[in-house]
């Protein structure tokens, strides 16, 4: 009888072991194709990122904000399995966190990349050196000076003694506002002293407080016919302030922004064309930032433009962008090598 008990406890026990080894075989190999599963995502035919970041933009429906949102729209198409995030800043704050690898992507400006990249500006001392170019978007953010028509405001001279939005106040465009109004004489402590004012704020807001009297003018730098103005024009009269040869000559090599016209009938109050500064838009990267990352988004962005620009279609117009854009704006900063492999594939570069 013991014998048999015996016998029956060798095979429980048996059995047992059997089931457990069957057990931890069977999760082991659950285990190990879990994980070849996720190398498999991780090591995608692009071999893309798990996350993407895309950095522009201190106000909704500003030109950084925009051209922001082409970015991300870009990433997404390129890395559909990333984790694709946009978040705000100023275009100063943008060159910094891409520089120091906190964002793959930037909205930048090419006076902005320049004085970053050299160490000069607001960036002094404080060399940019990982900043590279990936694009231009050749559609021009240009500087604006606008009044109400019952101001009697004509010229820059005769904003002294008035209450002048320059926008964010950490943006280049604000920058060049305010080197507007010193090339006449109105620095800020004139401007106080004169019973004027110079004031910083979302770009937005500041044409609301153009059409309710709280302002006199708002100087601002964004891609046109800017919805903020449109909307304020079909409830105001507005006119474009004059900004003279002499002023425009004085500011331009301080702010690297070019001569040129806004035409006439941009706006349907315009009746002749304007004479101004504007810029051109980028998106910029860090040197740091996979080759073949960068050459899969450039891909991405100018292959694929009904989706890129499809969101934001409203602002563009229906306008298709060229790659040509690139060309007489590659030499502030290098140009990524992805995005250089990208554009002697399309023969832009050679």
Request: net charge negative; with cysteine.
């Amino acid at each position: 009888m013991n014998k048999i008990r015996q016998k029956v406890s060798y095979l429980i026990i048996f059995l047992l072991s059997t089931m457990i080894l069957a057990a931890c075989s069977s999760t082991q190999s659950g285990g190990n194709g879990q994980d070849n599963a996720k190398n498999d995502k991780n090591t995608s035919s692009s071999n893309g990122p798990s996350s993407f970041t895309v950095i522009g933009g201190t106000t909704i429906g500003a030109t950084s904000d925009i051209v922001a949102t082409l970015g991300e729209n870009g990433a997404r198409i390129a890395f559909p399995d990333a984790a694709i995030r946009k978040t705000p800043g100023s275009t100063t704050e943008a060159a910094t966190k891409v520089n120091d690898g906190l964002a793959e992507i930037g909205y930048a400006i090419p006076p902005n990349n320049y004085d970053a990249f050299h160490g000069e500006g607001v960036y002094k001392g404080q060399k940019h050196e990982n900043l590279r170019l990936v694009l231009s978007i050749d559609d021009p953010s240009y500087i604006t000076i606008l009044a109400l028509e019952s101001s009697g405001i004509d010229t820059v001279e005769d904003l002294k003694g008035k209450r002048v939005g320059i926008g964010d106040g950490r943006t280049v465009s604000s920058n060049v506002g305010i080197e507007i109004l010193k090339a006449v004489g109105l620095e800020e402590d004139t401007m106080k002293k004169s019973g004027g004012a110079i004031i910083t704020g979302d770009w937005g807001e500041q044409y609301r407080m153009l059409g309710d009297g709280q302002l006199d003018a708002v100087i601002s730098g964004i891609a046109q016919p800017a919805t903020a103005i449109t909307e304020l024009s079909a409830t105001k009269d507005v006119k474009l302030v004059s900004i003279s040869e002499e002023v425009l000559n004085k500011v331009t090599p301080i702010t690297k922004f070019f001569m040129t016209e806004l035409p006439a009938k941009t706006f349907d109050w315009q009746k002749e064309d304007y004479r101004t500064l504007a810029t051109v838009s980028q998106l910029v990267t860090s040197k740091e930032v996979s080759e073949e990352w960068i050459y899969e988004f450039t891909k991405a962005f100018w292959e694929n433009q009904e989706e890129v620009i499809w969101p934001v279609q409203k602002h563009w117009n229906g306008k298709d962008f060229s790659q040509e854009a690139l060309l007489g704006n590659d030499d502030i900063i290098p140009i990524h090598s992805g995005a250089e492999k990208y554009y002697k594939e399309a023969g832009i570069l050679p």
